[in-house]
């Protein structure tokens, strides 16, 4: 009878092989993430310095050819991070240059690529409120012009366009951005809706009083006097609520006519 070979495994090697399994495993996720790294802000500079040198081309023809493969890049790295924060950093990108490639060629397919990008852009979370707050407005804006909307429903479109944005660090921006198109639209009740939530949210900033004071002409606004202070001589004065300003309205509210005092 013929003999078999019989062959034992030994633990040690069966360890082993385990171990170099595993290893082999680890190395190919490390690759993978290695391929797709993180986009930074660092990332964009560069993508930013490609365009400004793809404008710099000797014809319109080389600077739009240059332009779209700068463009190409940034939404194959977009791609690639489909389902990573960081890929509105991309989208952002994008969405200027795609602006700068219009300017440059006014096509139908750049502009259809525009608002796509914004479309994915606006669904950035409020960590990246300051990158989607432009293409939010440009879609919102597009939008209405297609509808034919007039001044009152552009009106009405500003104010769930401040309600995404007035608990995000963009929300004094946005108030101010929002004013500025009010009075253009002659809304005068949005208005007075926004210099509400501004006296509310920022009456005591010193940028957006002198905002006021500037597009609000001789119109009278909130700005209660509270906050710290340093006087000619150097000590600092605290002032946490102003005592006179909203209280007394309050009081002057609830008297009767015959009780109010003269002013």
Known sequence: MPMKNRFIASPTL???????????????????????????????????????????????ARQRLAMRRVIRDAETLAKSHADAPDRFLALEFLFRAYQQLIALDDAVEHRKALIDTCRDLVKAPDQFADLRLEADLLLSQADLAKNGANAQARGEALRPFVARYIETPMGAKVLRLAMVMALELGDNKLVTDLQEMIEKRFAADLAMISFQRDKLGGQVFGAPFTGSFENSQGKILRYPMDALGRLRERLMEQLPETGRPRE
């Open 14 to 60: 069966s360890l082993a092989a385990l171990c170099l399994s595993a290893f082999g495993l680890f190395a190919t996720t490390a690759t993978a993430q290695d391929a797709a790294a993180a986009i930074t802000k660092d990332t964009i500079v560069e993508l930013d310095k490609a365009l400004v040198a793809a404008k710099e081309g000797t014809s319109e």
